[in-house]
């Protein structure tokens, strides 16, 4: 299976843009990038998911580079509500059975 | 809608008692799992079941027992708590195919 990589931790202010990278330079070509978002201690949530194209929902946007090794989840505009662990992970042969959660990134979102 | 109930919210065991805890969706998703997530890490997958009928080991197995009722109703079993056990259990849901998992609220279980 894929493994990720990503910072530990990343501040933003409010209002402004959240980039969260992703490193997954194993990625195989079957392989989906998913990102879930944990806040304080409750249940992960779910935020979207991607094979190679941009993807775009009402709560992000997920780019993939052209050699799915690396992806960057943008939150167009922080809120407070935001700050939460984020998960970005590689399911393997495409289904969304087992994911593999790391220790995901800590995003701080600062008034 | 209540998508994924879990109970109960909180439980304290003792050591070597048991309990099971209750999962269920209403989303009629055909498949359905049980993490663990154990202070500063990310979740561990105990079991799961993809489809009615059918249960498979995860990551962290040992210890537990799993039951797929019916589709609606997933639980998770620690026949003889152990304090390694202490956790906050997740159980979730995700309809068949490339689907994302949703998530319930968690059971945080404190075995002393």
């Known amino acids: 299976d894929a493994k990720t990589t990503q910072p530990t931790s990343m501040d933003c202010a409010e209002g402004r843009a959240a980039n969260l990278p992703c490193n997954h330079s194993?990625?195989?070509?079957?392989?989906?990038v998913y990102w879930y978002r944990q806040i304080h201690s409750q249940g992960p949530q779910y935020i979207i998911h991607?094979?190679?194209n941009n993807e775009t929902n009402e709560m992000a946007s997920l780019i993939i580079t052209e050699d799915r090794k690396s992806s960057t989840l943008i939150l167009p505009h922080a809120t407070l509500r935001d700050t939460a662990v984020y998960y970005c992970?590689?399911?393997?042969?495409?289904?969304?059975?087992?994911?593999?959660f790391g220790k995901g990134m800590k995003l701080t979102v600062n008034p | 809608n209540a998508g994924v109930t879990q109970t109960p919210k909180f439980q304290v065991l003792k050591t070597g008692q048991s309990m099971t805890l209750q999962c269920a969706q209403d989303?009629?998703?055909?498949?359905m799992y049980w993490y663990r997530q154990d202070p500063g890490m990310g979740l561990r997958l105990i079991y799961y079941?993809?489809?009615?009928?059918?249960?498979d080991k995860g990551e962290v197995p040992n210890g537990y027992n799993v039951s797929r009722l019916n589709k609606r109703e997933f639980s998770l079993r620690l026949e003889s708590a152990a304090p390694s056990q202490t956790s906050v259990y997740f159980c979730?849901?995700?309809?068949?195919?490339?689907?994302?998992?949703?998530f319930g609220p968690g059971t945080r279980l404190t075995v002393l």
């Open positions: 979730a849901s995700s309809p068949i195919g490339i689907r994302p998992q949703y």
């Open positions: 194993t990625i195989s070509g079957n392989e989906y």
């Open positions: 991607g094979l190679k």
């Open positions: 992970i590689v399911t393997p042969q495409g289904g969304s059975e087992k994911l593999v």
């Open positions: 989303m009629n998703h055909n498949s």
């Open positions: 079941s993809a489809s009615e009928g059918t249960t």
